[in-house]
Antibody, heavy 115, light 108 residues
Framework: EVHLVESGGGLVQPGRSLRLSCAAS????????MYWVRQAPGKGLEWVSG????????GYADSVKGRFTISRDNAETSLYLQMNSLRVEDTALYYC????????WGQGTLVTVSS | ETVLTQSPGTLSLSPGERVTLSCRAS???????LTWYQQKPGQAPRLLIY???SRATGIPDRFSGSGSGTDFTLTISRLESEDFAVYYC?????????FGQGTKVEIK
């Protein structure tokens, strides 16, 4: 059974940094692209970033480009999102998601950016 | 970027009714890289349909997807109580991936 467990969220002041992690299990992690999708409170879904199976292809939404960095460790079956220069509008539940069809989602980790 | 517009915003229906949700793209979605998700309150989204018309693993056959190019549809043939939720479409045929704003299906 596929399991994706996010961690690292919390309350942070504007301009500070956070690093999100996603521990994956139940599938061959190294075979799949992985993604971060966020959802602001009461709002819809927004794609944040994606990384190919071998980290050879990486993409970011314009809203986070230059501030966020996605990475993965296939040996540790983990996905990461380094978030710098956080803004109030980055407040959201951040989901770790498997595969190009976004076929399995974690339960999310909440990031709150507030002074 | 490809903008996805879902309609209607909210549907108020009764169990047993047939539901048709629309997702219209601002430009053609290549290779039908169009997916549908269901999200219930307090839960993560769940993949329903990929490739515009293929049901994901474990999805009941009352859910079906159709369409191509810029016009896509999710149909629920007969609403069950557990189907009241918000539904999102998403495209990944062009970068960046984009989601529609969602359609809420609520109990009448």
């Amino acid at each position: 059974e596929v399991h994706l467990v996010e961690s690292g969220g919390g309350l942070v002041q504007p301009g500070r940094s956070l690093r999100l992690s996603c521990a994956a299990s139940g599938f061959t992690f190294a075979d799949h692209g992985m993604y971060w999708v966020r959802q602001a409170p009461g709002k819809g879904l927004e794609w944040v970033s994606g990384i190919s199976w071998n980290s050879g292809s990486i993409g970011y939404a314009d809203s986070v480009k230059g501030r966020f960095t996605i990475s993965r460790d296939n040996a540790e079956t983990s996905l990461y999102l380094q978030m710098n220069s956080l803004r109030v509008e980055d407040t959201a539940l951040y989901y770790c998601v498997k595969g190009r069809d976004l076929d399995y989602w974690g339960q999310g980790t909440l990031v709150t950016v507030s002074s | 970027e490809t903008v996805l517009t879902q309609s209607p915003g909210t549907l108020s229906l009764s169990p047993g009714e047939r539901v048709t949700l629309s997702c219209r793209a601002s430009q053609s979605v290549s290779s039908n890289y169009l997916t549908w998700y269901q999200q219930k309150p307090g839960q993560a989204p769940r993949l329903l349909i990929y490739g515009a018309s293929s049901r994901a693993t474990g999805i009941p056959d009352r859910f079906s997807g159709s369409g191509s190019g810029t016009d896509f549809t999710l149909t629920i043939s007969r609403l069950e109580s557990e189907d009241f939720a918000v539904y999102y479409c998403q495209q990944y045929g062009s970068s960046p991936r984009t989601f529609g704003q969602g359609t809420k299906v609520e109990i009448k």
